[in-house]
């Protein structure tokens, strides 16, 4: 499993894993903003290794303060 992000103030963290199958995985996801204030939203796309469902992609948003 690998993964993409839409931008580079969002990073996904310890990839790339192997995770067999019916095993389960938290993705630590890590969005910098150091001089922004405001709502923000991003996608990341997983690489999966399975020719059925070669990526899944995920959406985030959040709000800086």
């Known amino acids: 499993v690998g993964a ?3 931008c580079s103030c ?3 963290e310890d990839l790339p894993i192997t995770i067999s ?4 995985y938290t993705l630590k996801v890590r969005v910098k903003s150091p001089s ?5 939203s991003g996608r ?8 059925s469902l070669p990526s899944v992609v995920l959406t985030f948003k959040g709000r800086a303060i």
């Open 44 to 51: 990341i796309t997983v690489l999966l290794d399975d020719s």
């Open 10 to 12: 969002s990073t996904v």
């Open 36 to 40: 922004y204030a405001g709502d923000f």
């Open 4 to 6: 993409l992000s839409s």
């Open 21 to 24: 199958s019916k095993q389960s």
